[in-house]
């Protein structure tokens, strides 16, 4: 039951790209948007952690700058894609982040010569037919760069998901993570709106705007982190997509943007194909695991036999 609160979570991150697009039709920037859904989910979680007696201090600095970067690129490039693209089709692009941890996982694989995990590898190609699918007959050479975006926004978010993970085995609480998380995309967003024209005097729709992604944004985030946390993680995982949904149906209903035959089909590809390779990274990952774990003759034999029984299988 607590992996129903990423429903919740996803009902909020549909609202927030909603806001998000009505903010830039509002000439708000996306570097504006940055930092004022950072200022405010920095001002939430440093209170949090007071709160919790919780220190900013951390012994790994490195880990979460790395992390702060790359998931702030992330963000920009959601919002980017956000404000060019069709609600549900920039969502879509934005959580193909499990295809691109799975490529990271058979990669991984190679290099450690565990061969490919076919199922797998069959899955990203199945999920990358999707985004061919669902682009190809549907977007204008205008939104090109914009869709190229989104797709970026979801391989960053596959990187920042790697640290996010290491920090976790360091034994860095959420609130820490999410903290510098939120630093880092206030400072970006600070700088990269002073060098892109400074900020707009928001209007009275331009406000609303600001506010309702404000609260989407750090209400989501709350409700995403508990629903890993305390639920199951494959379902977690896979009633992420439901964002999708959400999206595509307050797109059409908000902005009147058409649910084209083309664009559902590839969302159904990219979300089939996004839930089936977080299953099987999750396999390939906990493989690796008995891997290290071999380390006596009777370990060894028992992965061996685990091992040809895999290569029967297949």
């Given at each position: ?25 509002e ?9 004022y ?8 979680f ?13 012994k ?14 992330a ?54 037919v ?68 400074g ?112 290569d029967?299988?297949?």
């Open positions: 039951m607590q992996s129903l609160w990423m429903v919740v979570a996803a009902m909020f991150f549909a609202v927030y790209a909603v806001c998000v697009k009505y903010a830039g039709m000439g708000i920037g996306s570097f504006e948007v940055l930092f859904r950072s200022i405010f989910g920095l001002v939430v440093y209170s949090l952690m007071r709160y919790r007696h919780m220190t900013v201090h951390t790994y600095p490195i880990d979460h700058a790395l992390r702060s970067v790359v998931g702030v690129g963000v920009i490039a959601g919002i980017f894609s956000i404000s060019h693209l069709n609600v549900g089709l920039a969502m879509t692009l934005n959580y193909t982040s499990p295809l691109f941890v799975g490529c990271f996982t058979i990669g991984i694989a190679i290099m450690h010569h565990r061969g490919i995990n076919w199922k797998l590898l069959s899955t990203l190609v199945l999920g990358f999707g985004v061919v699918v669902m682009l190809s007959p549907t977007i204008t050479p205008d939104e090109y760069l914009p869709a190229a975006v989104g797709l970026a926004a979801g391989f960053c978010t596959a990187v920042a998901v790697t640290y996010v993970k290491r920090l976790s085995i360091l034994h860095e609480p959420e609130m820490r993570i999410l903290f510098y998380f939120m630093l880092a995309g206030t400072v970006g967003g600070l700088i990269g709106t002073v060098f892109t024209g900020f707009t005097m928001p209007n009275q729709a331009a406000l609303i705007s600001i506010l309702g992604f404000m609260l989407c944004a750090t209400f989501a985030q709350f409700t995403l982190t508990r629903a890993f946390s305390r639920g199951n993680l494959v379902l977690s995982g896979a009633l992420q997509y439901t964002v999708v949904l959400f999206s595509t149906i307050l797109g059409e209903i908000v902005f009147g943007e058409p649910a084209t035959f083309a664009i559902v089909c590839g969302m159904v590809l990219i979300v089939v194909a996004g839930i089936s390779a977080s299953y099987f990274t999750r396999q390939e990952n906990q493989l690796a695991h008995s891997v290290k774990k071999v380390t006596t003759p009777g370990h060894a034999e028992a992965h061996q036999r685990h091992m040809d029984a895999r029967a299988g297949k």
